[in-house]
């Protein structure tokens, strides 16, 4: 079972950036999809940005032109690299394959985006 480990998140004024990290304990060569979710308080956990093996990608509408996700087989990292940040992005950010492992969710990344 490959467990997921997220960092990078914190404090930021609204228009800055910032870049997740997703750090798996096993490989995730063989895995042909991960992602970036997010959860804001009160709301569903929504899917945010996919990554595909073959290095296609999908990004909700929300954040599509300001976010960015890339994978490092190599180094079984997944990233997301968020640029102009709004209020609205504020969430605890979670990775995970597609369709999400239960066994795999981390305890995620804490975003927060002041106005």
């Known amino acids: 079972q490959v467990q997921l480990v997220e960092s990078g998140g914190g404090l930021v004024q609204a228009g800055g950036s910032l870049r997740l990290s997703c750090a798996a304990s096993?490989?995730?060569?063989?895995?042909?999809?991960m992602a970036w979710y997010r959860q804001a308080p009160g709301k569903q956990r929504e899917l945010v940005a996919a990554?595909?093996?073959?290095?296609?990608?999908n990004y909700a509408d929300s954040v599509k032109g300001r976010f960015t996700i890339s994978r490092d087989n190599a180094k079984n990292t997944v990233y997301l690299q968020m640029n102009s940040l709004k209020p609205e992005d504020t969430a605890v950010y979670y990775c995970?394959?597609?369709?999400?492992?239960?066994?795999?969710w981390g305890q995620g990344t804490q975003v927060t985006v002041s106005s």
């Open positions: 990554i595909y093996w073959g290095g296609s990608t």
């Open positions: 096993g490989s995730i060569f063989s895995i042909n999809a």
């Open positions: 995970n394959t597609i369709p999400p492992r239960p066994r795999s």
